[in-house]
């Protein structure tokens, strides 16, 4: 029995998305439709199989360029990537369940209906702090890392105590301080620049836990920094333009001068790369 066929509007109501996003991936390679001797594209099975796997590596975290890059490789573990992908998702799930749980008992509180504790705000709190890191770094934390690596730092912040909380939140907002010290100093090794580090190692110690931390995955996680431009863009917009350069120079010469770790150190030893986010409120130009 031959499979049908789909015209480009049909498989784009199937699909939930757009004739021109469908027209954009066969402009780019990633679809190639039959014709129809009117000239009209005509949709077969492999083409709606092929369809789903782009739509799904596309909420992987994954550009057009890459995913087309990973379809044409024969090596390309498609399954692997969806379990990748389906554990942070379960993961999000688990803390967006708490975060509903805590919006729903704010709005019984404010109606009175009954009263919520600091403990239950505070555990809201986490809940939504996680969740966003897995909607923003899940997928890829987890391919580099693996899922116990993750698991293990969710459950780490999960588990941290309101003063532990307090504590990071502070030390977040004063290590974008002492980056800017640091870079007004103007050397990466200067005095400024060395307590940046060591404030900067107790922060990933917060979140990483207990046997965790390597000062090699920390030199390695300096890298990290300057070649994800979410990371460079997010240093930059606080402390101003090459402040992430300049933190990934401290700390590599921190770590190998003071550690022994040496400058071309670039394996994680079961950390997970998080962003530092800063309380502060101040923005800097780029």
Known sequence: ?????????????????????????????????????????????????????????????????????????NAF???????????????????????????????????????????????????????????????????????????AANARVASLTEEEWVDKEALEGAIIDALENAMAEGDPEGNAAQELCAMHARWLQLHWGEGTYSREA???LAEAYVADPRFTAYYDERAGEGATRFLRDALKAWC????????????????????VRCTSRKRYPN
Do not use: W
Not at 22 to 46: I, M
Not at 259 to 269: L, S
């Open 77 to 151: 573990d498609y399954r692997a990537a969806l379990e990748r992908h389906l554990a942070t998702l379960r993961a999000q799930q688990q803390e967006l369940d708490k975060l509903v749980e805590t919006v729903e008992k704010t709005i019984a509180s404010l109606e009175g209906r009954c009263t919520m504790t600091d403990k239950e705000r505070f555990e809201g709190m986490k809940a939504a702090h996680i969740s966003e890191n897995e909607k923003r770094f899940g997928a890829e934390a987890r391919a580099t890392y693996g899922d116990a690596a993750v698991d």
């Open 218 to 220: 920390h030199a390695a």
């Open 256 to 275: 190998s001068r003071e550690h022994g770790v040496a400058e071309n150190a670039v394996e994680a030893e079961g950390a997970v790369a998080r962003p």
């Open 1 to 73: 029995m031959k499979s049908r066929t789909y015209t480009v509007g049909e498989l784009a109501r199937l699909a939930g998305v757009t004739v021109r996003a469908l027209h954009h991936f066969e402009d780019t390679g990633l679809l190639q439709p039959e014709r129809a001797t009117n000239g009209y594209r005509l949709y077969g099975h492999d083409d709606v199989v092929r369809l789903q796997q782009i739509l799904l590596l596309r909420s992987c975290g994954l550009t057009l360029a890459d995913i087309r890059s990973a379809l044409e490789k």
